[in-house]
């Protein structure tokens, strides 16, 4: 039979604020809020009732993750419940974009395939990542490389980390490197191999930056495809690349 989640009824309406009815009993919803690890097993015995009662009413879902949440959503719900645990979770995802938004990375991070779980597919939950697969010796990798720390200054949100490809994953032919992996949500979204999708040898980050506004990972200030333009300045020094980003910036706040 289905779970229902036992509540004041005045509250029923209210689910942000909702008043758990304490009693000697547990409820089915409460033995599944306490299987998830969400709250502790409820202490037995009259001091622990007393204790109980003074306590102010709280709801546990505001302390549960995403990842709780969608365990408790394969439970046998009725629709009231499975709608709250649907509104929490978006409330969830939506504190977790907001707090990505204020995290500052800033540079590359070298990685190794042991951290790939948590620092790709878990840190994309919170802003997209972008993973190079580089051969250190390599031309292609190192010209790559530079324009993604161009790119990782001005887009401090998006984190980017690379890692060397033999390691990442096995037989990865080194004629498919450079390689670009775009994680986000937890799943691979985007990627490309090579640069020519790009401007070959002579990428710099403007051309990587507009390429990623293209495939939807960042949204960017250029008015015009970088190689498009006849006079091309010397992109490849990211102190250049980023000194004028920090100066349009400065330009828009003159308005």
């Not at 969608?70 to 509104?87: C, I, K, T």
């Not at 993973?131 to 001005?154: M, R």
Request: aromatic share 6%; net charge negative; hydrophobic share 35%.
């Amino acid at each position: 039979h289905k779970h229902h989640l036992r509540i004041d009824k005045k509250n029923k309406m209210s689910r942000g604020n909702v008043t758990y009815n304490y009693s000697g009993e547990t409820t089915e919803w409460e033995d599944i809020l306490v299987e998830k690890g969400i709250i502790p097993a409820r202490e037995t015995g009259e001091e622990a009732e007393v204790e109980q009662e003074e306590a102010p009413a709280t709801n546990p879902l505001d302390y549960a993750t995403v990842e709780q949440i969608d365990e408790m959503a394969e439970e046998d719900l009725d629709d009231d419940d499975e709608a709250m645990l649907n509104a929490y979770r978006d409330k969830r995802l939506a504190e977790m974009r907001a707090q990505a938004r204020h995290e500052v990375h800033g540079d590359i991070r070298e990685i190794i395939k042991a951290e790939w779980t948590a620092e790709v597919n878990e840190a994309s939950n919170q802003c997209w990542v972008l993973v190079q697969l580089y051969n250190p010796s390599g031309t292609s990798c190192s010209v790559l490389t530079n324009a993604l720390h161009g790119v990782a200054e001005k887009f401090p949100a998006i984190k980017v980390v690379k890692i060397v490809y033999s390691q990442a994953v096995e037989n990865w032919p080194e004629r498919n490197l450079p390689c670009l992996f775009m994680y986000h949500q937890g799943q691979l979204a985007q990627q490309f191999i090579g640069l020519g999708s790009l401007n070959g040898l002579q990428t710099n980050a403007l051309d990587l930056e507009w390429h990623l506004a293209s495939l939807g990972v960042l949204e960017t200030d250029l008015e015009m495809d970088p190689r498009l333009e006849v006079d091309r300045p010397h992109m490849n020094l990211r102190r250049n690349y980023v000194r004028r980003a920090r100066d349009s910036d400065e330009e828009d706040d003159d308005y």
